[in-house]
């Protein structure tokens, strides 16, 4: 056991946030935890940490027990850059190396039994040295960096001067090089690129310790973990498996939850009939006695009351066959082009999901379209009929100046009652008097559930979206996804959401550094294709590198193994030599592990690991030859001097 929570209570003032929490996490599970905005998530690793203390119940830890917390908000000051902070968390092996560089100098200064001494101190340093990994981490440091989206061109970089993003990817860097019991990771992909992302999904798939993970990144959660931690009316469940399956596990137990609540109003209603009809007739007593088993019951609750944004489409109008044509279109900027030659033809009820890096041109592309930016060449053509309703991600659709139900009020007949447009915004969990807020008071997640409903409200048969779900939780995101998939028109998204795009998109438009390329199917079709590609140019890349060091050691001259015992044992002087080209060959193959290429590919990275690890072994044991080769030297010397 790492820690365990038994019957844990929390409150702040009147609001009830944890009640009975009882859950355990073990070493080596990789578990996420998962519930609505202010359910409680950030509240539980607070408590795990003991920034904050339970009210009631118990918190046990294991004697010891390292956390690695990921904050919302890392800052570095003073000189450092970005490479020695990374290597600040391998304190303890600086110092070896320190230790091990005085111990050189002083081997060159000392004779007798004060070198014997010096060599054994250098001995035991260089066996915590390599125990510890000291031969690799410089090359895991920079795996991880460059993992992350630093390019080495970054690595000289004053930490201090980074923007919020980068000083957050650093600050995650230091946590996975660290290497702690447990890792506490807080919506950790939300300041990396998809490719940044994938490869940490697969850093983590392979992580030995324990890590819990709160994120709103589904397609993320189903990668990288093997059990849920589901927060609900106060409460937490535990479920086996990834994000989908405890989505489907889910669903199952909801039905019986459900079922079981109705049975038992069901019981109370006969019960309370009877209570009144024989309370005050023959039946008294048990009358008395059936009231009091309801008044000692525990209620169950009706799960469908938990609140969850519903979104209703109505039928549109429909379009023509083509909705959407780009003829060699080109878009950008008067000095910079983004992309160009792009062909499309998007028909009636396909869903377009575009995906990419930032500022590869996802955004200008649906400016573009939409006629807020000029097209650089080329021209596109929307097809008749089409009626387009568009979702942005800056939320400019939505005026400050009004209250939420005045600005739903915009888009509405005189006809229809302010008591109808409440009813259409409970929809939207804008409930009671939330409908007269401000909506400069609403928090980014209010703004982007009151564009929706804006969006949802007008009657469009072509929907363009961007990044839909960035101000959405989960719960709302997946009644977004049920809605969307209902819709009879045609979709078009830009959206960083993989697991949004698998359930929406039909064909997938990905701006790349090389070009923007079409794929005709849905997100995961997409990602094991690009995937498979991936991993067989790595592998010719990978056989060809090997094929030419075979090469390399074909034509060097070939040592006599037979007569190598006959040889006399080599001077210090000798093997000296012999580590130099050992360590030169170390640092070549730490270059070749820190390369972009080498870091996300996994297979690459424990191949290349082994043969490091091979090397060092190889250069440990010259240490000692040239140490034995010392001392065989220095009692030379001294029978000489006799």
């Known amino acids: ?22 859950f355990q996490i073990n070493p080596g599970e990789h578990v996420a935890l998962v519930g609505r905005n202010g359910a409680g998530k950030t509240t539980i690793l607070r408590l795990i940490t003991g920034v904050e203390s339970a009210d009631k119940g118990e918190i046990d830890a294991m004697r010891g027990l390292r956390f690695g917390v990921l904050a919302q908000h890392v800052d570095f000051s003073g000189a450092e850059n970005v490479m020695d902070a990374a290597l600040a968390v391998f304190e303890n092996l600086r110092s070896l190396e320190t230790k091990m560089r005085d111990l050189e100098h002083a081997m060159t200064e000392v004779s007798g039994e004060e070198l014997d001494r010096v060599m054994h101190d250098y001995s035991e340093a260089q066996h915590a040295y390599e125990r510890e990994g000291g031969f690799s981490y410089h090359a895991r440091a920079e795996s991880v960096l460059l993992g992350l989206g630093f390019g080495k061109t970054d690595f000289g970089k004053r930490a201090e001067s980074l923007s919020g993003g980068e000083k957050n990817r650093l600050g995650l860097a230091r946590l996975l090089l660290l290497e702690p019991d447990i890792l506490l990771l807080d919506e950790p ?59 489907v596990e889910k669903e199952e137990r909801r039905e019986m939850q459900q079922r079981a609540y109705e049975q038992q109003r069901e019981m109370i209603e006969r019960t309370e009939e009877f209570i009144r009809r024989n309370l005050a007739g023959q039946k008294t007593k048990q009358a008395k006695s059936r009231r009091n088993m309801l008044q000692r019951m525990e209620r169950l609750e009706n799960v469908n009351d938990l609140d969850t944004a519903s979104f209703k489409l109505k039928p549109t109008a429909r379009t023509g066959e083509q909705v959407l044509i ?77 209250t939420v139900i005045e600005e739903l009020r915009t888009i509405a007949s005189s006809a229809i009652t302010d008591g109808e447009l409440r009813g259409f915004l409970g929809r939207f969990l804008f409930s009671g008097d939330d409908v007269f807020k401000s909506v400069a008071a609403l928090s980014g997640g209010e703004k982007g559930r009151l564009a929706l409903a804006k969006l949802i409200y007008s009657r469009v048969n072509v929907l363009v979206l961007d990044e839909p779900t960035n101000h959405l939780d989960i719960a709302s995101c997946e009644a977004l996804e049920d809605a969307l998939n209902e819709f009879d028109g045609t979709i078009i998204t830009v959206s960083h959401d993989r697991y949004f795009l698998d359930r929406i998109a039909t064909q997938i438009l990905a701006f790349t550094d090389k070009g923007v390329e079409y794929f005709d199917g849905g997100y995961s079709e997409f990602y094991e294709a690009h995937h498979r590609t991936l991993a067989e140019q790595q592998t010719r890349e990978a056989e060809a590198q090997k094929a030419e060091r075979q090469a390399r050691k074909a034509e060097a001259p070939k040592q006599n193994k037979t007569n190598k015992s006959r040889q006399k044992m080599p001077s210090p002087a000798e093997i000296e030599a012999e580590i130099h080209i050992a360590e030169t060959e170390l640092q070549e193959l730490a270059a070749l592990l820190s390369t972009e290429e080498v870091a996300r590919d996994k297979d690459r990275l424990f191949e290349l690991s082994e043969q490091y690890q091979s090397l060092e072994a190889n250069i440990a044991e010259l240490y000692q030859r040239w140490e034995s080769a010392l001392e065989t030297e220095s009692q030379a010397s001294a029978a000489t001097s006799a």
Do not use: C
């Open 1 to 22: 056991m790492l820690f365990r929570f038994h019957e844990v209570t929390k409150s702040y003032g009147a609001q009830e946030v944890l009640r009975g929490v009882t």
């Open 189 to 247: 992909t939300n300041h990396l690129d998809v490719d940044a992302v994938e490869w940490l999904e697969e850093f983590l798939s392979s992580y030995k310790s324990a890590y819990l993970i709160i994120s709103h990144d589904r397609f993320f959660l189903d990668h990288t973990v093997n059990r849920v931690l589901d927060l609900e009316f106060g409460k937490v469940e535990s479920y086996k498996g990834n994000y989908s399956q405890y989505v």
């Open 326 to 402: 780009l003829d060699k279109l080109a878009i950008g900027f008067k000095t910079k082009t983004l992309a160009e030659n792009l062909n499309l033809t998007l028909r009636r009820t396909e869903r377009l999901g575009i995906i990419g890096g930032n500022g590869t041109g996802k955004t200008t592309l649906l400016r573009t379209i939409l006629g807020e930016q000029q097209p650089i060449d080329g021209e596109f053509r929307w097809g008749t009929g089409v009626n387009v309703g568009y979702y942005d991600q800056r939320l400019l659709t939505v005026d400050d100046r009004n």
